[in-house]
């Protein structure tokens, strides 16, 4: 849940002074691939260290506790960087560019997978680095794959779920049509219907990927290549909008980032809402929520089932400049492990990225939105996997949110966002 | 900047031409002087010169593509001006190799814009400092009891983090903020002040002024307080009015203070980021209606650092050309030159007589600045 939260678009305050010096001291050109470097010290043994976002929750302390009582002579040092994504990333990106020996373990956001891999930065997850797949969630190791290469072992994962007032809707909407359908209902109560987070940020990315996965349609195709302009996506968009337009999408919808989205349906306001799972425990426990016992949470409405959500969560990535590759390799493993991943579901509200964890009855008891989290994981849709996401995500939301206003039409908007993925994509 | 930098070089060879025949004052000087400046050069060069160049030179390389066999990013070799033209004349590469208009959601479609919005928040902005600047300074400037509170309270937003001001502001302009539970007391519907482009825009510019306003304050402040009270003494005596006493005596004798805080905001604003990036991200309207050229600019890093050098080039030209305007022609005094330094000519001629025709008869300034800019030009 905590690192879920990072990935909001939080802000790297402060940068904007001296543009120039940052932009050299953030390093130059970039790019090269890094083939050579995977073998350097490939069967090397020692200690590592272990580079993750601030541990709020600290089960991060404590998974390292946890190998190092086992492993005296591999321990593990746990870096903390910054709680705030982009500033994560950055310094990944300028850890990797000094050829850096230290970050032998990284934390990877399942949206830079696919540039740190091209990057040659991550050790391909293959040959004498085989990593078993078969107990993991598909989508989540499909989004740390990148041109049919796995490059991180996924460890947390999330799913966007449906909150729903059971006190005035009993049976929760299957589908997209009955969702609406239910709107009457809001009407009655004086409140909003449904909302997700469509502020011009990264989780309008999410949202409005979702809405096109879910009518069947696709950003980019397995090459990363822009797919976007198909009926389907324009099916998609042209939901939020209708639905914008009419009031179901309360009109304040687009200046909501996860947080304020959460107040609002916290507060009462809404009869539905497209969040994270941490919200959950927040929504049951808060001291100013007042539907603390009037909600309850379904798998995202589709067609003519679950719906596609935005896949979330972290993976661990073995960089190519460690020198100790071996244990680095074992360690991101053994963030896999069944205990593991209770201990992260159980202490952190991380989602596990082992299907297996999702029916362990003493967790289902104390968390009983794991069956449908595990719905939301399954049929999720990762974003897109391409080297280009910074300018690719910008495509989406800065057409995405011009057509959800009623700014210019769906189908121009559709128009632009592959014209603009397309360039991005172009160098 | 750089223009007036050398200026002042060129003038310190001037003055270490001269004592050719006998040895002067500072004969013999030469060498201990060259050391002692030597570390500051240095840390000049390293820390100004080299990120400076570095930038200039990357804004000439393309940003690197991908391998299509490997998947794997190559370095993208010579670019030659196709970052600038990404740019001025918003041309997108296309897979193909040729260029297409950059389409919307791209952020080369966005620099006219960008640029437009950052100048439209540096007019009004520094406009409004100005007239809420002179009117604190002047409150700030009075005897009065409680003058310490007053002071402390008008200092306060200027202490606060922008990042801080920024999130306050953010909570104030929510759509159940105060803002609007305000305009809904007096009867007004509620605003999307993060979404529409013109509450946007005005969101900014109402956080920025109630931020900066005590920084213009306060050097305002600092100028009236070398104003002796024996002038506005006599002015009182030849039965001067207030609205008189303000023109002629308090804005003359501002005037340097006054044209350095104007430069200041003015550099500030036009660079302005973190304000606008945490309050509305750049958006509003159809997507960009906040982007300022740095918003752009940090955007553009993210997915390529060659372009980025490239409009960060194009942003700090405008800047420097702006700074420069400010200096040779506003009065704006920042780089005090030794009287023996002013180089003979059309410059001093305009230097003296502006200062002469501001503290006697200030509403003859402008024409008289107006000739004095097309002599020293043409000198």
């Known amino acids: ?427 | 900047m750089s223009t007036v930098v050398s200026g002042v070089e060129t003038g310190g060879a001037q003055r270490g031409a001269p004592p050719k025949p006998g040895r002067g004052l500072n004969a013999g000087q030469g060498h201990a002087a060259a050391w002692l400046v030597a570390p500051t050069i240095l840390l000049l060069g390293v820390v100004i010169v080299y990120p400076l160049v570095k930038a200039v030179v990357m804004s000439f390389q393309k940003d690197s593509g991908l391998d299509p066999t490997t998947g794997l990013f190559v370095q993208g070799g010579a670019a030659g001006l196709s970052n600038y033209k990404h740019w001025l004349l918003e041309q997108c590469a296309t897979p193909g190799g040729g260029t297409v208009d950059c389409p919307p959601g791209n952020l080369g479609s966005q620099f006219y814009d960008a640029l437009w919005v950052t100048v439209f928040f540096t007019v009004v902005t520094v406009c409004v400092e100005v007239v809420l600047g002179l009117w604190f300074a002047t409150i700030m400037n009075r005897d009065f009891r409680g003058r310490g509170l007053v002071r402390a309270a008008i200092l306060v937003p200027w202490a606060i983090p922008t990042a801080v001001t920024a999130k306050l502001w953010l909570y104030i302009f929510a759509y159940e903020g105060i803002a609007n539970r305000t305009l809904s007391v007096v009867g007004m519907p509620h605003v999307l002040w993060t979404g529409d482009a013109w509450p946007a825009r005005f969101a900014v510019i109402i956080a920025d002024v109630w931020k900066t306003t005590p920084f213009m304050a306060l050097l305002i402040l600092a100028g009236l307080q070398v104003i002796s009270h024996e002038v506005y003494e006599a002015a009182a005596i030849d039965g001067a009015n207030r609205w008189q006493t303000f023109l002629r005596i308090t804005l003359p004798m501002i005037k340097v203070p006054l044209m350095v805080a104007i430069l200041f905001r003015t550099l500030d604003v036009l660079r302005i980021f973190d304000l606008p990036y945490i309050l509305t991200q750049g958006g509003g309207g159809s997507g960009h209606a906040t982007t300022t050229l740095s918003i752009l600019v940090i955007n553009q890093i993210r997915a390529g650092f060659n372009a980025a050098s490239a409009l960060s080039t194009i942003v700090f030209l405008i800047i420097a050309f702006v700074a420069f305007l400010f200096i040779r022609f506003g009065g704006a005094d920042v780089v005090q030159r030794p009287p023996t330094a002013r180089r003979p000519g059309g410059r001093r001629v305009f230097r003296r007589r502006a200062r002469v025709d501001g503290t006697a008869a200030p509403t003859e300034a402008a024409p008289a600045d107006a000739t004095a800019t097309t002599v020293g030009a043409g000198g």
């Open chain 1, 1 to 427: 849940m905590a690192l879920q939260r990072l990935r909001r678009g939080l802000v790297p305050a402060g940068l904007g002074a001296a543009v120039l010096t940052a932009l050299t001291a953030c390093g130059g050109g970039g790019g090269g691939g890094g083939g050579g470097q995977s073998s350097v010290g490939a069967s090397a043994r020692g200690p590592i260290t272990y580079v993750t976002g601030k541990d709020n929750t600290g089960i991060q302390s404590q998974l390292v506790a946890m190998w190092n009582a086992a492993h005296p002579n591999e321990k593990v040092t746990l870096k903390e960087q910054s709680d705030q994504a982009d500033q994560q990333h950055d310094d990944i990106v300028q850890h990797m560019q000094a050829k850096d020996a230290s970050y032998d373990v990284v934390t990877v956001d399942v949206i830079w997978t696919a540039e740190f891999a091209a990057k040659g930065w991550l050790v391909p997850l293959k040959d004498q680095f085989a990593l078993d797949t078969s107990k993991l969630l598909a989508p989540t190791v499909s989004a740390a794959t990148y041109h049919g290469t796995l490059y991180a072992a996924p460890f947390a994962s999330d799913g966007g779920l449906l909150f729903y007032r059971s006190d005035l809707v009993p049976t929760p909407p299957k589908t997209l049509d009955e969702m609406w359908a239910d709107c009457a209902i809001a009407k009655k109560n004086n409140m909003g219907c449904y909302t997700g987070q469509f502020f011009k940020y990264e989780g309008l990315t999410v949202n409005a990927s979702e809405a096109i996965n879910t009518m069947g349609g696709k950003v980019v195709d397995d090459k990363g290549k822009s797919a976007v302009d198909s009926p389907q996506a324009r099916k998609g968009l042209q939901m939020l909008a209708d639905h914008y337009q009419n009031g179901d999408i309360p009109k304040e919808a687009i200046t909501y980032t996860e947080e304020p989205s959460r107040s609002a349906f916290e507060a009462g306001k809404l009869l539905f809402l497209r969040n994270w799972t941490y919200v959950y425990n927040l929504a049951k426990t808060d001291g100013s929520s007042v539907v603390k016992d009037k909600f309850k949470v379904a798998p995202l409405p589709g067609v003519s089932g679950p719906g596609a959500s935005s896949l979330g969560g972290h993976s661990g990535a073995v960089s190519v400049y460690s020198t100790h590759k071996a244990t680095a390799f074992d360690f991101v493993k053994f963030l896999e492990g069944d205990a593991q991943q209770k201990f992260i579901m159980d202490k952190g509200s991380l989602a596990p990225v082992v299907a297996a964890t999702y029916n362990d009855p003493a967790l289902v008891a104390k968390y009983p939105y794991l069956p449908t989290l595990l719905t939301s994981i399954q049929n999720a849709v990762p974003r897109p996997v391409t080297p280009f996401y910074p300018a690719v995500t910008k495509a989406i939301q800065d057409n995405s949110y011009a057509a959800i206003k009623g700014d210019k039409s769906v189908d121009q908007a559709v128009k632009d966002m592959n014209a603009a993925i397309t360039a991005a994509s172009a160098g």
